[in-house]
């Protein structure tokens, strides 16, 4: 079997010695002719096992990856219940058969000539290793070549540097398409044999200044100019006349050439066309701009020595002018981000007077009413008066399951998200919430199905006591949420508190502090669960910056179905006791898990994180509902936003 394999270079762990080895990659099969990409179900049927050919260690592995075609052997040994077992062992190269590898280029034959004899003479970048000899495919279907390229100064240039023609071929021929491994980068071959029928036409590869260089040589060691002109002019006729010479572009070529030579005297025209070739040479060019080049640096040089003491005087000044831009910028943009801030500011409190002048004349009317009719009792609850000033407000108690384990919890929250096709089939939701509510922690969720993923698991776990606050921008205070409290009944179960977009209100800085005051507040009826919901992540940076440390739930990630009554009243309400709840807590907590984290984020997605001691309880209070793999995916996409890059580098878990 003759296959087109990629030969490449490893490194074996043998034995506690590391060594480079080669390796070796079939990706097409030489049959009949052409050569043929087998699919995947073919290619293992081909090479079971591992799809790899065994290479012995004596073969020298190549410095860069190659392509060619080798003849393979089957092994004798090959045993298909050994994983590591290769079929076929790599035999000798095949050097009697062609193999091309093919490149696309962007341009035509028939409009951009030009362009194309540029890249080919000026070099060509390819972004892999190239070993074969390349067929240039054109984008009118043309095939330029075969050329022989090596890699120098960046870019892949023509190896023969007195080459003059290429052809290029009007042939259909059989291109296969491979990716190649890891870097899915796609290499073209062909086997095919380019037959001389099929050429179109020839591309000049050298340039003007080869041609009269070699005219003028001869000219130099030529002392008989006669018998120099006519054996030229004989010598190029005869060119002109054979079949090559019928390309245009060959013709013009020669006809410039015998110009030159059709004079047997070195005439006073000769000379002058001699030294105006002579002067449109590159090389020609090239010489009078470096000599002209030097003798400017040298009175160049002269001049600077000259005025040294006047050139740095002005170099000072320069730095010291700016220094002193630098210094306006910087002073103008504090200037005007005060002034900004002032705006601003003057703005807020001019809206905060105009907020108390309104509240001061609404009081002031109602205590004047009042007093007019002493015995006339108000109508108006002071809880009615807070949902009219603060934002929409609603308390839930719907009669549910009692929740007596987290498995219970678990298995009745993925039940409740298959009704908005989701499901928490890891158990990560659950888990989430159950350590928030053990740790009396917020969670955020965020996405478009943020303000009803909450509900759904409130619903779950504090049906008969949950709280939903939707704030309005200007009109949320602290005083009416905490008073909101009073409509919990049991101290005994876990009661739920929603606040949706509070990053919109005037609550945005104060609420982060109002929640680890909470936290002091023992035997008072207050939120055990409490879950912030935003609409646009992107909106409530401030607000999440001031927030580290919480698990952030992206809504799409448990629910994708739009939400209607119909698949609410579907719900299995439950509710769950604090006794419960305390029975889940753990007591201990591993530092280790900081470690052991920060290591699976180095073996999974290639980053030094710093993880905080912060998420030390959090990691161990997840970790005791689901196992470590799923816990650590999952708290590093909770926790990603308060995780930090170890940028200096230092070794030591959470330094």
Known sequence: MIALVKIYKKTRNREGYLTEVAGAQPYAIYDEGV??????????????????????????????????????????????????SMKYLLGKEIYNINLYEVLDLDETIMLDKTVIVEKLTNGVYIPFNVTSPILFRTADDFLIGPLQMEFENGVYSIKELNLNFIPYYQQEIDIISILEGYKNQERLFSSNSLLQQYISGWIDVADEQRVISDALKQLKDNVELGELSRKMISKLKEWYDSDRAREPHLQERLQRAMQIMDSNTLS???????????????????????????AFNKEYAAFLKEHEKLLKECENRKQELQILEERYMKTSQAFEKA????????QNMQAKIEQLHNNFSTLYAEQLALSAFPNVESSMSVSKTSNSVNGYTQFQS??????????????????????????????????????????????????????????????????EETLSIIPEIDRFSLDHLHHQYTNYSDINDVKSLIIHNPHTTTGLYSLPAYFKQSKWLAGELVPNLTIITIDSLEDAKSFINNMLYKPLINSTDFM?????????????????????????AIEDYSVSVRRDFRQWIEDNKDF??????????????????????????????????????????EHGVGV
């Open 608 to 649: 030094d994180k710093v993880i905080p001691y912060q998420l030390v309880e959090w990691l161990n209070q997840i970790g005791s509902f689901v196992e470590d793999e799923v816990l650590y995916e999952a708290s590093y996409t909770l926790f990603e936003n308060s995780i930090p890059t170890n940028d200096k580098n």
């Open 35 to 84: 050569l043929k990409v087998p699919n995947e179900g073919e290619l293992f049927e081909i090479f079971p096992n591992n799809g790899k050919i065994f290479v012995s260690e004596s073969f020298q592995p190549p410095q860069k990856e190659t392509f060619k075609l080798y003849e393979l052997n089957e092994s004798n040994s090959f045993d298909k219940a050994r994983p590591t």
């Open 268 to 294: 006073t025209e000769t000379i002058d066309l001699f030294t105006k070739l002579v002067l449109d040479l590159e090389i020609t060019n090239e010489l009078i701009q470096n000599q002209t080049m030097q």
């Open 339 to 346: 002034q900004s801030n002032y705006i601003s500011l003057e």
């Open 560 to 584: 994708s179905r739009f939400i209607n009554k119909r698949t609410i009243k579907l719900i299995h309400p439950g509710q769950m006791q604090l006794e419960t709840i305390e029975n889940m």
């Open 398 to 463: 719907t009669s549910g399951k009692k929740i007596e384990d987290f498995s219970t919890f678990a298995k009745t929250l993925n039940n409740n998200l298959a009704y908005f096709k989701g499901n928490d089939d890891k158990k990560i939701l659950a888990a989430t919430v159950a350590a928030a509510i053990i740790l009396e922690e917020p969670i955020i969720i965020y996405g478009d199905h943020c303000f009803e993923l909450a509900q759904c698991i409130t619903k779950t776990v504090a049906c």
